[in-house]
């Protein structure tokens, strides 16, 4: 009776690890603050056709309540710079990454196809990093679970990069 219920318990396990939701590669990283639990959702995106959309998609699972969004555009200076570098900050990718055009767009939606963060990831800078509260009849706080997909638009470098942290608080 013992080894069938092992035997049960170890399937199970073994279905959801294997049963989990496609998303693609990110970090995280957890806080804790006076203002309580924290995370951090540190996603790079990078354009690899020069279509002037980015080839796909990102999908971010994300739990909590989104409190800004930071929006960086990424050359390869900036490789030298940071303390955790970029994914086109590798020694094979060196001279692939370039900023995307100016006033690209970002959308944020969630599995009901809904822009999280309003329009106010619109018009992106491509020379200095922003960031933005979502913008849902005037900025404000987002609560939401599930999975996400980034999309960048409107812009028409190849091998443009962004990277984005989502700032959400539990």
Same mark, same amino acid.
């Given at each position: 009776m013992k080894k069938l219920l092992l035997t049960a318990l170890f399937f199970a396990f073994a279905v959801n690890a294997f049963a989990?939701?496609?998303?693609?590669?990110?970090? =995280?990283?957890? !806080?804790?603050?006076?203002?309580?639990?924290?995370?951090?959702?540190?996603?790079?995106?990078?354009?690899? *056709?020069?279509v002037g959309n980015y080839a796909k998609a990102m999908t971010v !699972?994300? !739990?909590?309540?989104? *409190?800004?969004i930071e =929006?960086?555009?990424?050359?390869?200076?900036?490789?030298?710079?940071?303390?955790?570098?970029? =994914?086109?900050? *590798?020694?094979a990718a060196t001279g692939a990454c370039s900023e995307p055009t100016d006033n690209y767009d970002i959308t944020f939606t969630n599995s009901?196809?809904?822009?999280?963060?309003? *329009?106010?990831?619109?018009?992106?800078? =491509?020379?200095?990093?922003?960031?933005?509260?979502?913008?849902?009849g005037g900025y404000s706080i987002k609560c939401t679970n599930g999975l996400h997909t980034v999309n960048i638009t409107n812009q028409s470098v190849d091998e443009a990069t962004v990277r984005m942290v989502i700032k959400?608080?539990?």
């Amino acid at each position: 009776m013992k080894k069938l219920l092992l035997t049960a318990l170890f399937f199970a396990f073994a279905v959801n690890a294997f049963a989990a939701d496609a998303i693609d590669d990110y970090q =995280t990283v957890d !806080k804790q603050s006076i203002f309580g639990h924290q995370r951090e959702y540190i996603v790079d995106i990078t354009d690899d *056709t020069a279509v002037g959309n980015y080839a796909k998609a990102m999908t971010v !699972k994300i !739990k909590g309540c989104i *409190t800004e969004i930071e =929006t960086i555009p990424v050359a390869d200076a900036d490789c030298l710079s940071e303390n955790e570098p970029h =994914t086109c900050c *590798t020694a094979a990718a060196t001279g692939a990454c370039s900023e995307p055009t100016d006033n690209y767009d970002i959308t944020f939606t969630n599995s009901y196809n809904l822009d999280v963060m309003g *329009t106010a990831l619109n018009n992106r800078d =491509t020379a200095t990093a922003e960031q933005v509260m979502p913008l849902m009849g005037g900025y404000s706080i987002k609560c939401t679970n599930g999975l996400h997909t980034v999309n960048i638009t409107n812009q028409s470098v190849d091998e443009a990069t962004v990277r984005m942290v989502i700032k959400t608080r539990e």
